[in-house]
């Protein structure tokens, strides 16, 4: 992939950019070093302005797809700076006893970046493009197709305007505007599957002089069956953590109404966070309570004037850690497609942009879903962490030939579809093998061996 941008063209067009997140600011970016001119706008206020509150603290875990993205705008150095490399998962038993999982080889890691400094980061580096402007407080109330019209209230002044626009790109989130008008065009694809849980954020609190209380470079989870919690680093010593948690039942949000329901609840459950987590309560309270989930549509374009991209086009749970990675990936993969085809060739670079990108989303929601069962139940159980060592004793002696699915996601630009299909041939594989596996030491007996032999010959 090309990572400098293409000669100016004989003629830049004026292109259009709905949303200034992560995606949106990165695209904006792509687009410029291209020669495009870009206007961006942007429903929130400037989140680099004193006073602005961020809607989301959730960490972000990026990983190669995502580093992929950044370094083709020369921008991955600078965000790499403020991640915090996690190797690996930690699990927390009821008793508070650690199991360590590796991620992937030796050197491999994930990235905790805080979401806010990487969009801020991101439109900095917009702003400063001669070719990007951002426009803030920009609502976005009707869109017309036919007349490539943008109906728009500053919500600042709460003055309504106008504006045209060649070519649209939505990158406005998973309830996009753009979208919202995509879907009253005739037999439009759009379904939206919530989960029965909910997410809560809080914080584990950073130790005397910024100490990090529990290890730093790692992805904390809590597994419990029905529900988990999960922490990502922080530079300053704290944690992000995110309870996932039913919205009904025994044990759910409903059922914790005051305080002290809450303070029993985390002493029975998660006895080792609580002496780590001083305003939990108070966080429990204050802190929304926000919904997950899956967005799928169909088509992503209108005509070649109008493109969705990111969670507009394929919003996902966050259970596998590629939202945004994915939605990076969008942005690398349109710039390789101009590249292809030429800045012109609109109408070829939509059309191949949702044709190539629309199974590899469908399978990377398939694959979040996946991993919150993974995640929630099966890193708890013993069987599974001796597969998961069994697993990796079998890509050691075949290099090449077998890729964990999680490294074929997280540490590859293996398609999704096709790595989520390798995995569930895998699983197959591994479910024959583990009727014959106690230990970690019935790996090497020859008989096993002889299946592995078999296995892998058969692939």
């Not at 036919?146 to 626009?165: I, P, R």
């Not at 004793?393 to 630009?413: D, E, M, N």
């Not at 041939?425 to 096993?448: C, K, N, S, Y």
Request: hydrophobic share 40%; with cysteine.
């Amino acid at each position: 992939m090309s990572t400098t941008p293409a000669s100016p063209m004989p003629a830049a067009e004026s292109l259009t950019v709905m949303g200034a997140g992560l995606v949106g600011s990165l695209l904006s970016l792509y687009l410029a070093r291209r020669g495009h001119l870009v206007q961006v706008y942007e429903r929130r206020a400037d989140p680099r302005r004193a006073g602005f509150q961020e809607g989301r603290s959730i960490n972000l875990a990026l990983s190669d797809r995502g580093w992929r993205a950044l370094e083709g705008v020369g921008v991955a150095d600078d965000i790499r700076q403020v991640g915090i490399p996690m190797t690996g998962r930690v699990m927390h038993d009821p008793q508070g006893n650690l199991t360590r999982q590796p991620y992937g080889q030796a050197g491999q890691a994930i990235y905790s970046v805080n979401r806010g400094h990487l969009n801020r980061r991101l439109l900095d580096l917009a702003d400063a493009h001669p070719n990007v402007q951002l426009s803030f407080s920009q609502q976005c109330l009707h869109i017309d197709l036919k007349k490539q019209n943008l109906h728009l209230l500053d919500t600042a002044t709460q003055q309504e305007h106008t504006e045209h626009y060649t070519r649209l790109f939505g990158t406005d989130g998973a309830f996009s505007a753009v979208r919202g008008a995509l879907q009253k065009t005739d037999r439009y694809d759009y379904s939206q599957d919530y989960l029965e849980y909910g997410y809560k954020e809080l914080t584990i609190a950073a130790g005397p002089d910024g100490a990090w209380q529990m290890e730093k470079n790692a992805l904390h989870i809590w597994p419990r069956g029905q529900y988990l919690m999960i922490a990502l680093p922080n530079l300053d010593g704290s944690f992000n953590c995110t309870l996932f948690f039913p919205y009904e039942g025994v044990e759910s949000f409903a059922a914790l109404q005051t305080p002290a329901d809450v303070s029993a609840f985390f002493d029975r459950v998660f006895p080792d966070a609580v002496p780590l987590m001083p305003a939990l309560t108070q966080e429990f309270f204050e802190h929304p309570t926000g919904s997950l989930v899956t967005i799928r549509c169909y088509p992503w374009k209108y005509n070649d004037d109008v493109l969705l991209l990111g969670d507009a086009s394929h919003a996902i749970v966050p259970f596998y850690g590629q939202g945004m990675n994915a939605g990076f990936e969008d942005c690398s993969v349109l710039n390789d497609l101009l590249e292809q085809h030429g800045d012109a060739n609109w109408a070829t670079i939509f059309n191949e942009f949702q044709t190539q990108r629309k199974p590899n989303a469908d399978a990377m929601a398939d694959l979040a879903l996946y991993n919150f069962a993974e995640m929630r139940d099966r890193v708890a159980d013993p069987r599974f962490l001796l597969q998961k060592k069994i697993e990796a004793k079998i890509a050691s002696q075949y290099p090449g030939r077998w890729t964990p699915l999680y490294s074929q996601v997280t540490f590859s630009h293996t398609p999704y579809a096709e790595a989520w299909a390798a995995g569930q041939r895998q699983d197959a594989i591994m479910a024959r093998l583990m009727a014959h596996i106690q230990t970690e030491a019935d790996f090497d007996q020859p008989a096993v061996q002889e299946l592995v032999q078999q296995e892998m010959g058969a692939q």
